[in-house]
């Protein structure tokens, strides 16, 4: 097919983009899995090496199942090149090596992955980059904290585990008045959800681990954005070495394939159960953006074609009756993994935002009666009933 003919719908494009056909006539993609490419003599290797040549070398620069996983979902986040990594952190560390020096300044919003936090204040000021953490909803600190060495803003939408919605067009702006890269994690929503190109970010970065694979088999990320951009990541990643495995590649790309239809069957599941929790008599609050009483849905309705699988509600009580929801569950698997067709269900004061002094977690919105669930593909009913055994105990 032709990719470039913008007639094809996104189904046709994330089920058919990238793949050419090798001389053995398979139907599906092949897995290749070598580290290494060889030459029909020493001028083939000599002109490859040089770059005079176009053409496959070695693993960590280019590998063509890798590949078709990167025109995949270069074409579905609606951006002209993605380079692929070995996880999303690696992603989020290759554009920060890509982009920053020595001098220069980050604003990043303050609910983002916490690991990225991590990344930032341990590692990333160690290289003497300031950095700036600011409210994802509040553009007057966005504007404010920006001055000549901003560099970058980095946010999140919707964020994790209290869905709140950033405006992915005003940041962008705010950006870009101030000649900063805007960068968004797309994770939650994936490019079936949302597509911050189209808002004006300029750099979109993916945990392909969660929804991408969406059936919790493979660690991976990638980034996604314009040609001279991205040439920048792929230097980084090439010779820092944070590559994606071929077979990881080919676990994504047929995740591609299955994308929309999974995205669309987690949020329908997710709003039925929000607006269940919503109802429910042991339940104090509910943090879903398809909920028409959530602040962001209406900048959740502009940004996204729909509100995503993660639903997180807070139970009457403590520690002690999130604890005993959890673990009445039969089948909702306990685990800090999300975006997989089996649901999941994670107590973020104890694990995920374990981390965090209890003054940081109480600004952060992160109660201890808080339990963040991923909303699988099982059974709606059944996910009910799992939940219910714990919410009657109550
Ligand atoms: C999981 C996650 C990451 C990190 O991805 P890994 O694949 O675990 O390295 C980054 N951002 C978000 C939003 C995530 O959920």
């Given at each position: 097919m032709h990719e470039e003919d913008d007639l094809f719908g996104p189904n046709t494009l994330a089920i058919r983009t990238g793949h050419e056909r090798t001389h053995e006539g398979e139907h599906s993609e092949p897995i290749f899995l070598t580290s290494s490419f060889v030459y029909k003599n020493a001028q083939e290797a000599a002109n490859k090496f040089q770059g005079k040549e176009s053409g496959n070398v070695y693993s960590r620069f280019t590998n063509p199942t890798v590949a078709v996983f990167e025109k995949r979902l270069a074409v579905l986040c609606g951006g002209e090149r993605a380079v692929a990594t070995g996880s999303g952190m690696g992603a989020i560390l290759a554009i920060m090596m890509a982009y920053l020096k020595a001098g220069d300044h980050v604003i990043c919003s303050?609910?983002?992955?916490?690991s990225i936090v991590g990344l930032f204040e341990?590692?990333?000021?160690?290289?003497g980059v300031e950095v700036d953490f600011v409210d994802l909803t509040d553009l007057a600190q966005w504007k404010n904290l920006a001055?000549?060495?901003?560099?970058m803003f980095f946010m999140e939408s919707p964020?994790?585990?209290?869905?709140v919605i950033g405006d992915i067009q005003a940041i962008a702006d705010i950006a870009h008045q101030h000649n900063a890269l805007l960068v968004v994690d797309n994770t939650f929503c994936t490019p079936a959800l949302q597509q911050p190109i189209k808002f004006g970010a300029d750099l979109i970065v993916y945990s392909?681990?969660?929804?991408?694979?969406?059936?919790?088999?493979a660690l991976g990320g990638a980034v996604v954005g314009k040609h001279d951009l991205l040439e920048d990541v792929f230097s980084v990643v090439r010779t820092l070495g944070p590559s994606m495995s071929p077979f990881n590649a080919w676990v994504f790309l047929k995740g591609l394939e299955t994308l929309n239809l999974r995205m669309k069957a987690h949020c329908e599941g997710a709003l039925q159960i929000a607006q269940w929790l919503n109802q429910h008599?042991?339940?104090s609050k509910v943090y879903y953006s398809?909920?028409?009483?959530?602040?962001?849905h209406e900048l959740a309705k502009k940004q996204q074609s729909g509100f995503g699988g993660i639903v997180s509600f807070e139970v009457k009580g403590g520690k002690d009756e999130a604890w005993k929801v959890i673990d009445s569950t039969t089948f909702i698997s306990i685990t800090?993994?999300?975006?997989?067709?089996k649901s999941t269900i994670t107590?973020?004061?104890?694990?995920?935002?374990?981390?965090?002094s209890a003054q940081a977690q109480k600004d952060a919105g992160i109660d201890e009666s808080l339990i963040r669930l991923s909303v699988g593909l099982e059974d709606i009913h059944d996910i009910i009933r799992d939940l219910s055994r714990g919410l009657d105990l109550i």
């Open positions: 303050r609910d983002v992955f916490g341990r590692y990333i000021r160690k290289f001055k000549p060495n901003t560099k964020s994790n585990p209290l869905a392909a681990t969660k929804y991408i694979d969406g059936q919790g088999r008599e042991k339940v398809g909920l028409e009483t959530h602040p962001g800090g993994n999300l975006g997989d067709v107590h973020p004061a104890t694990t995920t935002h374990g981390k965090l």
